[in-house]
T-cell receptor, first 111, second 115 residues
Framework: QKEVEQNSGPLSVPEGAIASLNCTYS??????FFWYRQYSGKSPELIMS????GDKEDGRFTAQLNKASQYVSLLIRDSQPSDSATYLC???????????FGSGTKLNVKP | GAGVSQSPRYKVAKRGQDVALRCDPI?????LFWYQQALGQGPEFLTY????????KSGLPSDRFFAERPEGSVSTLKIQRTQKEDSAVYLC?????????????FGAGSRLTVL
């Protein structure tokens, strides 16, 4: 079992719709949670970090964390074609040294 | 520097050759990580440095892989006797403080192709 699981997609949504990306993790000792965006051929860039249960909003992005269910999600409102990328979920464990990444979900936003 | 700098961006090696990949982290960043990213996969942890100390090398896939950060800034990932399965993008990331509630800033990566 991988530490972090994501549906590989592709997830296709029309422009202006809400895109919902999901991630589950296996270690209950996980403390920090991150969403990275990776364009094809580029390096990952941080979109959101979340550390406590509930929602965290930043512009069009909302991260949701449910530690009881070991579940993290990312909502993208008013999706734009420029949001088309692979979204990586990352989890940092209690020992602080490792950030585990999921395999990523590919998002296609169609104009 | 302004960002994490990696070189070379692209490297083609014949099977059996040794390669060295360089990472220059953001100035003042204490923590430095190396990740390996195969095509269509997420980054896989290789090793972690806090300043010059290599605190975790549990992700290095074999003893052909070696990393160092002798002065606590620039790091080099060396792969000896490269094999085809070493073909991947090698990402370096740094963070300001000790790992924990800190975020990683990635370099552009070094794409290694072993023929």
């Amino acid at each position: 079992q991988k530490e972090v699981e994501q549906n590989s997609g592709p997830l296709s949504v029309p422009e202006g719709a809400i895109a919902s990306l999901n991630c589950t993790y296996s270690d209950r000792g996980s403390q920090s949670f991150f969403w990275y965006r990776q364009y094809s051929g580029k390096s990952p860039e941080l979109i959101m970090s979340i550390y406590s249960n509930g929602d965290k909003e930043d512009g069009r992005f909302t991260a949701q964390l449910n530690k009881a269910s070991q579940y993290v999600s990312l909502l993208i409102r008013d999706s734009q074609p420029s949001d088309s990328a692979t979204y990586l979920c990352a989890v940092n464990l209690y020992n602080f040294n490792k950030f585990y990444f999921g395999s990523g979900t590919k998002l296609n936003v169609k104009p | 520097g302004a960002g994490v700098s990696q070189s070379p961006r692209y490297k083609v090696a014949k099977r059996g050759q040794d390669v060295a990949l360089r990472c220059d982290p953001i100035s003042g960043h204490v923590s430095l990580f190396w990740y390996q990213q195969a095509l269509g996969q997420g980054p896989e942890f290789l090793t972690y440095f806090q300043n010059e100390a290599q605190l975790d090398k549990s992700g290095l896939p074999s003893d052909r892989f070696f990393a160092e950060r002798p002065e606590g800034s620039v790091s080099t990932l060396k792969i000896q006797r490269t094999q085809k399965e070493d073909s991947a993008v090698y990402l370096c990331a740094s963070s300001l403080k000790r790992a924990g509630a800190n975020v990683l800033t990635f370099g552009a990566g070094s794409r290694l192709t072993v023929l």
